[in-house]
């Protein structure tokens, strides 16, 4: 079962915010309650609408980075690519 993970959250601006955790559930609620990514802060409520889960915490970190450094075409390519309508 997989232990650490990559996701994306729809802020609501309408835009995204890929992050990392152990525990997808708990730190969407951190973020909402504003306690989370100084990103995040000012665009809340943020919505989940995409999470993967991976083995080793190196190769979820990897899938963060990759994402948060694409354009936003390139992101909305990844996230239609893995059937997530926003």
């Given at each position: ?7 994306v959250l729809l802020c609501a ?46 190769d979820a970190l990897s899938a963060?980075?990759?994402?948060k450094h694409q354009s936003r ?14």
């Open positions: 079962m997989a232990k650490y993970f990559f996701y601006d309408g835009t995204f915010y890929g992050g990392y955790s152990t525990d997808v559930t708990a730190r969407v609620a951190t973020h909402n309650a504003g306690k989370g990514a100084k990103y995040t802060k000012t665009r809340r409520p943020v919505r989940l609408i995409y999470s993967a889960g991976f083995d080793n915490e190196h963060e980075w990759h994402f075409a390139a992101k909305e390519a990844f996230l239609a690519a893995h059937q997530v309508h926003w």
